[in-house]
């Protein structure tokens, strides 16, 4: 087939209407260019098109593809032939396109599973988001392999065929059971998070020692910050708010405690020799608290900032010799709205995205030399 010659009969019907490349466009609802394209040969119209245009000009599809008017129809079945081969190359350009995005896909879906692997910490979400990935790319697979036509060529081999049927069926069993469990636990999830908050407040129902044993295994810490009596507090005032999840704790311990003159000195020199022995066999490593001035609202020695997702310190409001002591679990800074004078100065610092952290600031947990997990600290 002659696509010049095609081209040029296509403009010749074009003029015969006296309608410029704009006017034709637009009755197709195509662009100027593509009508030029068509006229000069580079490209032309898929075959759906083709019947269209035809029936407009009031010409045989044939004499299109011939590039010229047809005086009989003796030609018929070379014709059909010829119509078949112009859709079949249309079919090839498209089919072609459709592997290179295929493979594509398949490229970016390994590249991403092996970003989330390398970068992966125990988390139910991250672990959905890999399992889901896999799930995509084994699905990219089979369409790349049925579109170069590799499934065709191996539905030949009978017992490679059965192979196939009962590894795919005992991977499609895998895949419903392992989507089921994660929409269970996610169901939960959601379950636990409508329920409202376990709130105590008071300063007679503050108790360190129940704090630490309720909540040191999900909260990673010993509570080390906080004081373990208030009989040398003048005033004080306590609020908790917890509730459990499948994995952890969440929710924040807040006592605010004003203290005489000598008593805030001697409170502040124990907060300032805070540590934290942790033990790995032979090895041990002692946490040491930290202070700083910038972050928060106030003063700060600091237990935890961040490490799984909690956040310990006392805050020091020299002026009325008082100290806030906090503990924040999975910080909510909007539930803590009330509380936003003891919270973090930039709240976008409780965004922790996609990092790791059980790589953040803690004196309850260090990861020894040479070892890829982390010792947290156990008063047993």
């Known amino acids: 087939m002659d696509q010049k010659k095609t081209g040029e009969f296509l403009k010749a019907l074009r003029k015969e209407k006296e309608l410029t490349q704009t006017q034709l466009a637009e ?69 072609k396109w459709i592997q290179i995005i295929c493979f594509l896909g398949v490229l970016l879906l390994t590249g991403s599973i092996v970003l989330q692997c390398s970068a992966y910490s125990p988390d139910l979400r991250r672990s959905g988001a890999i399992f889901t990935s896999f799930i995509a790319l084994a699905a990219m697979v089979a369409i790349t392999l049925y579109v170069t036509g590799v499934i065709q060529k191996l539905s030949q081999k009978t017992k490679l065929v059965t192979a196939i049927k009962v590894v795919t069926i005992v991977l499609v069993f895998l895949g419903i059971r392992q989507i089921a469990m994660i929409g269970f636990i996610f169901g939960i999830e959601a379950w636990i998070d409508s329920k409202p908050y376990d709130v105590v407040s008071g300063i007679e129902n503050y108790d360190k020692s129940s704090i630490v044993e309720n909540n040191k295994g999900d909260m990673d810490s010993a509570f080390m910050i906080f004081p373990d009596s208030t009989e040398k507090m003048s005033e004080a005032d306590y609020v908790s708010a917890v509730k459990s999840g499948i994995f952890d704790s969440y929710g924040y311990f807040i006592l605010t405690a004003g203290y005489a003159a000598d008593d805030y000195k001697q409170e502040v020199e124990r907060l300032s020799g805070i540590t934290c022995e942790i033990k790995n066999g032979d090895n041990t490593y002692t946490g040491k608290i930290r202070f700083d001035e910038t972050m928060y609202n106030y003063p700060a020695f600091i237990a935890s900032d961040g490490y799984s997702s909690g956040y310990e310190y006392a805050l020091l409001d020299e002026d009325n010799n008082t100290i806030i002591y906090v503990h924040l679990a999975y910080p909510d800074y909007e539930e803590l709205s009330e509380y936003k004078d003891y919270l973090k100065k930039n709240k976008e610092a409780y965004d922790t995205g996609d990092g790791d952290t059980l790589d953040r600031f803690t004196i309850y947990a260090h990861r020894f030399p040479g070892e890829d997990y982390w010792t947290e600290y156990s008063d047993e």
């Open 27 to 95: 009755v197709f609802n195509v662009s100027t260019r593509t009508v030029s394209r068509w006229e000069n040969g580079s490209n032309l119209p898929d075959i759906s098109t083709l019947v269209e245009i035809a029936d407009f000009y009031g010409v045989d599809v044939r004499e299109i593809i011939d590039g010229e008017r047809n005086a009989t129809n003796e030609e018929i079945k070379d014709m059909a032939l010829k119509i078949a081969e112009y859709a079949g190359n249309e079919k090839s350009r498209l089919l």
